[in-house]
């Protein structure tokens, strides 16, 4: 007769919240990244200066700029970099942004080991800003 084994649960790593002031801190009940076994997840980033707590909305390219300032600054708290950016998940709130934005996005990663990407046009974003920006990447 075959031998049972009992199943068991396994045991989860904890997770690690990432939170540094060089980035804009969260609009709601959710941290600006997290940490679990090896990757971290960067909440959706927006162009809030976080020096200021002021949007960046002076046009689409300066928008992009802050929303990639403010990964890098989260990046560099968690310990990696936009090398190490596995995916991107991009929202806009006119898809006739595309080509600005992807001009400003080009200067932040290496085209041949760019991550992997979504950019999805959505009604709204929070603050009502243009675009909106989360990641997940190696650590």
């Keep these: ?5 009992k199943a068991t649960t396994p045991t ?3 997770k690690t919240i990432v939170e540094t002031k060089h980035a804009p801190s969260p609009v709601g009940p959710y941290s600006q990244a997290t940490i679990h076994n090896g990757t971290l997840y960067v909440s959706g980033q927006i162009a809030i200066n976080p020096s200021t707590g002021e949007l ?5 390219e300066a928008e992009t700029h802050q929303v990639l300032k403010n990964i890098g600054a989260i990046l560099e708290e968690a310990g990696t970099s936009f090398e190490n950016v596995l995916k ?3 929202f806009v709130s006119d898809m006739n942004m595309y080509g600005r934005i992807n001009a400003v996005y080009a200067q ?10 979504e950019l999805v046009e959505v009604g709204n974003l929070p603050k009502f800003v243009n675009v909106e920006i989360s990641a997940i990447v190696a650590v």
């Design 88 to 90: 991107c998940s991009v």
């Design 108 to 117: 932040y990663f290496n085209e041949a080991t760019a991550p992997a990407r």
């Design 1 to 5: 007769m075959p031998q049972r084994h």
């Design 56 to 60: 960046v909305t002076t046009d689409i």
């Design 12 to 14: 989860l790593m904890s």
